[in-house]
C-alpha cells in the first residue's frame, strides 16, 4: 500500500500538479504575511504605508486569478479559492474593516459588471444607462427601509422592521427586471450609436426623477437624499455571543455585507454560466454576431433581447438594495451617468462577454479607484507636510496645487487604461473563448495575406519543383 502510494505521488510530481500546489500555497502565504506585517499600527503612519497596502492587497486578491490559472484540480481550485474568501480575508479585515469595505465594493461592481456583461457581452446591446436599474433597486428601499415613506404617504408605519429586508432583495430584482423590459420595448428595433444614445437618456431622466420627485408629493426628498435606510437584522449575534466570538456592531455589519454580496455573487455566476451554455446564451450569441441571420434562423428577437435586458437590470438591482442598507444613506449623485461608464468600463477591461473577466475588471478598477490613487493621494499630502523637496528641481511640495492630487483624476485614469487596452489587449484581460478563437483567426488571416504579398523577386529566388517521375504499372 506505502509503495502504491509512494508511486502516485511520483507521477503527480512528474506530471508537475504538485509543483503549482506547493508554488500557490507559497504565493498565498507570502501575501498573507504581507498582510499581516502591514496591520501593525506602527506601521500605518508611515509615508509609503497607504501605496504599499493597497499594492499587497491587491497581490492578495491576485492569488485567486492564481488559482484560476494553475493546473491543479477543480477540487483543489475550490478549496483553495473558499478558504481565501471566506476564512482569510473576513480574518484580515476584523482587524482593519478597511479591506472588507473595499472587498464589498469589488463584489457590488463584480455583480454589476456580470450584468451588465449579459447585455454587453453575450447580447451585443450597449447600454450606458445601466446604472438606472442600480438607483431603482437603492431607492426601493430606501423609501420602505426608511422614514421618507411616512413624509410621502402620510403615515407612520414606516420604517420597515429590519426581516423585511429579505423580502424587499427579491421585490428589488423583479422591479428592476420590469424596468429592463420597460426600457427594451421601445428600443427593440435599435442597435449600435443609436441604442447607446436611447439607453444614455434612460438612465439620465431615471436620475433626474430622484432629483426632483420631493414635490408636489415629497417621495424621494430629492438631492437631499434619504437617511437612515434600515438595514438587515444582525440574526446571527446571539449565536456568535454563544461561541464566545464578541465583536463590535460595525465590524459584524462589515462581515454581514461582505458575506452577503459573496452570496449574490456566486448565485450570479452560477446564473450566468448556466445561461452562457444553454440555449438562451446561444441565442443571444448569435444576436451579438448578425441580428438578421439570428432572426432567419428562427430566433425571436423581441423576447430575446427582452430577456437580456431584464436578467442584467436584476443584478443591479439587487446590489443597489444591499449599497443602500451599506451605505446608511443615498442621493441622487451616487447613480451619475459616470457609475454606468465605470461599470462598462469593467467589463471591457476584462473581457467582454467572459465572466471571470467581468469580475477581475470590476476588481482592478475598483482597487485602482478605492486604493491606488487615494493611497497616492494620501502618500502625496504626507509628503508635502512633512517639507519634502523634489530633488533636481528644488521644487517644494508644500506648494503642489491639491487640483493635482491623483485621487481626482479617476475619470482620466479610466479613459488611459481604456486607451492602451484598445491598443494593446483588444480583447480584454481573460477574453471569451469565442473573442479568442475570432482573433487568433484574424490574426492567422493576416498572416496569410503577408505571405501573398510577398515580392516576385522573393518567389524567383525559391529552388525548382522537380516533379516527381510517372510510374506506370507492371504488366503480367
Known amino acids: ?102 472587498a464589498t465594493q469589488v463584489g457590488i461592481f463584480a455583480a454589476m459588471a456580470l450584468g451588465l456583461n449579459i447585455v454587453v457581452g453575450f447580447a451585443g446591446l450597449l447600454d450606458l444607462g445601466y446604472v438606472a436599474f442600480y438607483a431603482v433597486g437603492a431607492y426601493l428601499w430606501a423609501i420602505f427601509g426608511s422614514p421618507q415613506a411616512n413624509i410621502a404617504f402620510g403615515t407612520d408605519r414606516f420604517p420597515l422592521e429590519p426581516e423585511w429586508f429579505f423580502l424587499f432583495l427579491f421585490l428589488a430584482v423583479g422591479v428592476a427586471a420590469l424596468t429592463g423590459i420597460l426600457l427594451g420595448l421601445p428600443v427593440l428595433r435599435l442597435r449600435g450609436d443609436y441604442l447607446a444614445i436611447v439607453t444614455l437618456a434612460f438612465g439620465e431622466v431615471i ?4 432629483n426632483n420627485l420631493d414635490k408636489p408629493i415629497n417621495l424621494t426628498n430629492g438631492p437631499q437624499g434619504i437617511r437612515p435606510v434600515q438595514r438587515p437584522p444582525l440574526f446571527f449575534k446571539p449565536w456568535l455571543s454563544a461561541l464566545g466570538i464578541r465583536l ?28 452562457e451554455n444553454s440555449w438562451v446564451g446561444r441565442a443571444w450569441t ?56 465605470g461599470v462598462l468600463v469593467m467589463v471591457i477591461v476584462g473581457g467582454m462577454g467572459s465572466i471571470p473577466g467581468a469580475i477581475v475588471g470590476a476588481t482592478v478598477v475598483t482597487i485602482l479607484n478605492l486604493q491606488i490613487l487615494k493611497g497616492l493621494s494620501l502618500m502625496l499630502n504626507k509628503l508635502r507636510q512633512a517639507g519634502v523637496v523634489i530633488p533636481v528641481i528644488d521644487f517644494p511640495l508644500s506648494q503642489w496645487p491639491t487640483q493635482l492630487e491623483p485621487a481626482k483624476y479617476e475619470r482620466l485614469v479610466f479613459g488611459i487604461l481604456l486607451i492602451l487596452m484598445m491598443i494593446l489587449r483588444p480583447q480584454g484581460l481573460i477574453p471569451e473563448r469565442r473573442h479568442r478563437m475570432e482573433l487568433a483567426e484574424a490574426l492567422g488571416r493576416e498572416e496569410a495575406a503577408e505571405l501573398e504579398r510577398l515580392p516576385v523577386e522573393a518567389e524567383k529566388e525559391l529552388p525548382p519543383v522537380i516533379p516527381a517521375p510517372e510510374v506506370k504499372p507492371a504488366r503480367d
Open 286 to 341: 448569435a444576436i451579438r454576431e448578425d441580428e438578421v441571420a439570428a432572426q432567419a434562423m428562427g430566433i425571436p428577437l423581441v423576447r430575446m433581447k427582452l430577456a437580456a435586458f431584464a436578467t442584467g437590470a436584476s443584478f443591479a438591482g439587487a446590489m443597489g438594495m444591499i449599497f443602500a442598507a451599506k451605505q446608511y444613506f443615498i442621493n441622487p449623485e451616487s447613480f451619475t451617468f459616470m457609475e454606468s461608464i
Open 207 to 210: 436620475r433626474v426623477i430622484v
Open 1 to 102: 500500500m506505502i509503495s502504491a502510494k509512494a508511486k502516485a505521488w511520483i507521477e503527480r510530481v512528474q506530471n508537475g500538479r504538485s509543483l503549482y500546489l506547493v508554488g500557490v500555497l507559497a504565493y498565498i502565504l507570502a501575501a498573507l504575511l504581507l498582510m499581516n506585517w502591514l496591520n501593525q499600527p506602527g506601521l500605518r503612519d508611515a509615508v509609503w504605508y497607504p501605496l504599499v497596502s493597497a499594492l499587497a492587497f491587491a497581490a492578495f486578491l491576485g492569488s485567486l486569478l492564481l488559482i484560476y490559472y494553475a493546473p491543479l484540480a477543480g477540487v483543489v481550485k475550490g478549496i483553495l479559492g473558499l478558504s481565501i474568501l471566506l476564512v482569510l480575508l473576513p480574518s484580515l479585515g476584523i482587524r482593519n474593516t478597511f479591506l472588507l469595505e473595499v
Open 248 to 275: 463590535d456592531d460595525p465590524t459584524l455589519y462589515a462581515l454581514y455585507f461582505y458575506f452577503l454580496v459573496l452570496l449574490v455573487i456566486g448565485f450570479a455566476i452560477w446564473l450566468a454560466r448556466r445561461l
